[in-house]
């Protein structure tokens, strides 16, 4: 599946100018970069609405400087353009952050070894989603399924795809966009897809196949739990609550952290200290759209994501650490 390349890019933007605080002098404004061009996700993901939001924030916190946000394939994807130079910041999950800096991974031999993180907002679930009256009860029923890794070049894709082959499952992949997922689970085309999902429930395409389809979601036996913890850095267990979804038993799933990252190297220290500003007081724009934000700690999981592995950019980790 080809995804987009800038010149058919899905573009929102706007010309934004609002005062920073105090703390950023005149002469660190003045550098501060002229543009900013967000990577985001697939405009039918929960993931695209909150950048939605955050562009809003930018446009509310950042003088003088022009914001556009594109639809992309999401973390590999973002990565990979972040190393062409064709975006400014972009979303990935911090465990494929890590893989570029070090080269491992996806990345095997291609490291982008100038990756940082920006600020974390969110923790993401894996949902391996099935229809609730098929035969399918575990990852193992998947052996020559019919079976959708969800959005190509998204970090879903690559865990998805890493745990099967660590369990010697084999399905018949069906790769495509979110959309193509949808239409083939809703017409038997696929026995199911995967999905990340916003830790405080369910992801917005789940929710709208529910309306018409029942649906379960496998979870990970011990076998792949640890396949997760021993092979994959910023990963850890979930085990979603029964009833999560209607019917549905508990399980255990990957749990993530979702970042905004960007090159060290292609940054201004300025800069990345007024993004961070921006998404910090700005946060009531980030709530309009997840309620659970409200709650969430953007100062201490970003701070953290550099104990699990990815550095933080200078600026963004000196505006982090002064409201931590």
């Known amino acids: 599946m080809h995804f987009p390349r800038l010149s058919r890019r899905k573009v929102l933007g706007g010309l934004i100018g609002a005062p920073l605080i105090a703390q950023f002098p005149l002469s660190a404004r003045a550098q501060q970069a002229k543009s900013l061009i967000i990577g985001s996700s697939n405009a039918t993901s929960s993931q695209y609405a909150i950048s939605v939001a955050m562009m809003k924030a930018f446009k509310a916190g950042i003088p003088n400087t022009d914001v556009t946000l594109i639809e992309t394939g999401a973390s590999v994807d973002n990565l990979r353009r972040l190393a062409r130079g064709e975006i400014s910041l972009g979303l990935t999950g ?22 940082v993180g920006l ?27 019919r079976f959708s890794p969800g959005l190509k070049g998204a970090g879903t894709e690559v865990l998805i795809r890493g745990t099967l082959d660590a369990l010697g499952v084999e399905p018949i992949w069906v790769p495509g966009s979110v959309q193509d997922a949808v239409e083939g689970f809703q017409n038997r085309q696929v026995v199911g897809f995967v999905k990340s999902s916003p830790s405080h429930g369910v992801d917005s395409v789940v929710r709208e196949i529910m309306v018409t389809t029942p649906v379960k979601l496998l979870g990970y036996d011990q076998k792949a739990q640890d396949y997760v913890t021993n092979k994959i850095k910023g990963l850890d267990l979930f085990q979603i609550p029964a009833e999560h979804i209607p019917g ?9 952290t979702v970042i905004y990252a960007a090159r060290a190297s292609q940054m201004s220290d300025d800069t990345a200290a007024a993004i961070a500003h921006a998404i910090d007081k700005q946060r009531a724009v980030l709530v309009e759209t997840w309620g659970h934000l409200a709650k969430f700690d953007f100062a201490k999981t970003s701070l953290n994501t550099e104990k699990i592995g990815l550095p933080l950019h200078p600026g963004a980790k000196r505006y982090w650490q002064s409201v931590a």
């Open 94 to 115: 911090l465990e494929i952050g890590i893989q570029a800096r070090e080269g491992i991974g996806i990345f095997a031999g291609k490291p982008i070894p100038d990756v």
């Open 119 to 145: 600020y974390a907002y969110d923790h993401w679930l894996l949902n391996v989603v099935v229809r609730a009256d098929s035969e399918i009860k575990t990852l193992y029923d998947l052996q020559g399924k």
């Open 248 to 256: 549905q038993t508990p399980v255990v799933t990957p749990r993530g």
